[in-house]
């Protein structure tokens, strides 16, 4: 059986309860920005893996920018071990994430060459804005 994710999310918080409940708060894939480059202060990256039950999986984390400029995330390794389900709940929290440039933006979870899962996010740049709504009056958000 193939590793794929069932969940796959950038989010503004996210928690595993003792009984392994995952919650998961202000799910988000655009970013808003006035200046470039810059860091984004915290989010968490949050994915749930469905494989073989009690499999042990070699994991990468690779982050791939819109286009070919230096990313300043390295590529990450992991290993998780599914539950009885056949699932696992992967959770990273991101401080200070680099966002360079504006465009979409795709992390992959890779099992050795396979692709588990993809994720896209989009950065833009936007103009000053006032009490939080941009000139035509709409709600500006993430």
């Not at 994710?5 to 006035?34: N, R």
């Not at 810059?38 to 791939?64: C, D, F, H, I, Q």
């Amino acid at each position: 059986m193939n590793l794929k994710t069932e969940i796959f999310v950038l989010c503004d918080h996210a928690t595993v309860s003792q009984d392994q409940k995952l919650s998961i708060i202000g799910i988000f894939d655009q970013f808003f920005v006035a200046n470039l480059p810059t860091n984004w202060p915290k989010m968490y990256l949050v994915a749930v893996v469905k494989g073989e039950a009690g499999k042990e999986y070699s994991l990468t984390l690779k982050l791939t920018p819109p286009q070919k400029v230096e990313s300043t995330f390295p590529d990450k390794e992991f290993k998780i071990t599914l539950g009885q389900n056949g699932k696992a709940n992967v959770m990273t929290e991101l401080v200070n994430f680099p966002l360079a440039i504006v465009g979409v933006h795709k992390i992959q979870i890779l099992n050795e060459k396979d692709l588990v899962g993809e994720l896209e996010f989009k950065v833009n740049k936007t103009t000053a804005t006032y009490g939080g709504q941009d000139l035509a009056g709409k709600k500006v958000a993430n």
